[in-house]
């Protein structure tokens, strides 16, 4: 992934996605509070509103998108894809928010989507033939469950895309190296996907390690994704660069990923 710097924003995009799109970190925004600064892109942090919206501002500016176009999700760790359009422009910001979500995809030129993130593992898609494009939080629960692979069923369903023509990006997430888990995540890694889950589990005592980013892209292959990029980047070995909830429970803010239409 490529980090690109504007002033003091930082953000990653991924090479095979060409349209405008993000990983953001929590660098280069104007939230002051110690535990929000300074990128903070989530509206249920405790943060002043009208800083939120300059961050989305900055970010506007350095993308080209118009806030207002934005659709966020309203994540509550489900394996839920909703399918945007014009009518759901500025959700979650100028308008009401969504029902429960955790991933989104549109073919709505102009409609903008935002996941939020904080170990959790973002995802964004982009087909270069349709033109449509999607978003996903995956949290453990909502990996274990499909929602990668569910994301890309919505985007050939509502949009006709072929899988071989997507292109997704993995985004910063909390690494194998720190996700200790009990036994219940990688057996419902297991439950879902069979033996070919155990290379990606290291036990350690009575405790397992589970990389999430290869988890996601079983799943990403198995639904015939095959260009696929990742980040490296564990968010709770970079607490200056990105929140994690590993650390600071939810005393913090949240980064995301975000990708226009």
């Excluded at 490529?2 to 799109?21: C, D, F, Q, R, W």
């Excluded at 993308?63 to 945007?84: E, K, R, W």
Aim: charged letters at 20%; glycine letters at 10%.
């Amino acid at each position: 992934m490529i980090t690109n710097k504007l002033g003091a924003l930082e953000y990653l995009t991924a090479e095979n996605i060409p349209v405008s799109h993000c990983f953001t970190t929590r660098l280069g925004g104007v939230s002051t509070e110690p535990h929000l600064a300074s990128m903070n892109i989530g509206t249920h942090r405790g943060d002043r509103w009208e800083n939120v919206l300059e961050n989305y501002r900055i970010l506007g500016s350095a993308l080209g998108f118009d806030p207002h176009n934005l659709v966020l999700t309203h994540q509550t760790h489900t394996d839920l894809v909703v399918a945007v359009d014009d009518s759901f422009r500025g959700a979650g910001l100028y308008a009401p928010e969504l029902s429960d979500c955790d991933g989104l995809v549109t073919n709505t030129p102009g409609v903008g989507l935002v996941v939020f993130s904080a170990d959790c593992t973002p995802i964004l898609y982009h087909d270069p033939v349709t033109g449509a494009v999607g978003a996903v939080h995956a949290g453990w629960r909502g990996t274990a469950a499909g929602i990668a692979a569910k994301a890309v069923e919505a985007m050939v369903s509502h949009y006709g895309c072929d899988p071989k023509n997507i292109h997704a990006a993995i985004g910063p997430n909390i690494r194998q190296c720190c996700f200790e888990t009990n036994w219940d995540v990688p057996q419902a890694m297991l439950d879902a996907l069979g033996e070919e889950a155990n290379a990606h589990i290291l036990p350690k005592g009575d405790k397992y390690y589970v990389n999430l980013t290869e988890i996601n892209r079983i799943f990403l292959r198995r639904a015939g994704v095959e260009n696929i990029t990742a980040s490296t980047e564990c968010t709770k070995c970079n607490p200056h660069r990105y929140w994690s909830a590993r650390i600071t429970g939810n005393h913090r803010g949240s980064q995301g990923a975000l990708i226009l239409r």
